[in-house]
């Protein structure tokens, strides 16, 4: 009779229960893999940032290492050019030459 009609109900009402419990306890568990995906997703962004940030910096130190080595191409110029008077014989005969000697004399100097 009445008993089991409470009884029935009850188990009914446990029954419902225990299936929205394990409802409940299966989005919980979908929405922490969700969440430890986009933390290690987060992560992996983070560090690859990181590498990048390091690259740009070594790029742009170097950059600056080079342009600080950067001769001034006149300089160097004159650095490396052997003066004409030093040339000996050569520079005689050039300076002698008609058409050339009054130049190759002014460039000397």
Same mark, same amino acid.
Do not use: C, W
């Given at each position: 009779?009445?008993?089991g009609?409470v !009884?029935?109900?009850? *188990?009914?009402?446990?029954?419902?229960?225990?299936?929205?419990?394990k409802?409940?306890?299966?989005?919980?568990? =979908?929405?922490?893999t #969700?969440?430890?995906k986009?933390?290690?997703?987060?992560a992996?962004? #983070?560090?690859?940032m990181e590498r990048?940030?390091a690259?740009?910096?070594? $790029?742009?130190?170097?950059?600056? !290492?080079?342009? *600080?080595n950067? !001769?001034? &191409?006149? $300089?160097t110029?004159?650095?490396?050019m052997? &003066?004409?008077d030093?040339?000996?014989?050569?520079?005689?005969?050039l300076? *002698?030459d008609a !058409? =050339?000697?009054?130049?190759?004399k002014?460039f000397?100097?």
């Open positions: 009779g009445l008993e009609m !009884r029935d109900a009850k *188990n009914a009402a446990d029954s419902d229960l225990s299936k929205r419990f409802e409940v306890t299966d989005l919980l568990y =979908l929405k922490q #969700q969440l430890e986009m933390a290690a997703e987060k992996a962004q #983070q560090l690859s990048e940030v690259e740009l910096r070594e $790029e742009l130190t170097n950059s600056k !290492r080079r342009a *600080n950067v !001769r001034d &191409p006149i $300089e110029y004159a650095t490396e052997t &003066p004409m030093h040339m000996g014989a050569a520079y005689q005969r300076a *002698n !058409r =050339l000697g009054s130049a190759v002014g000397a100097k």
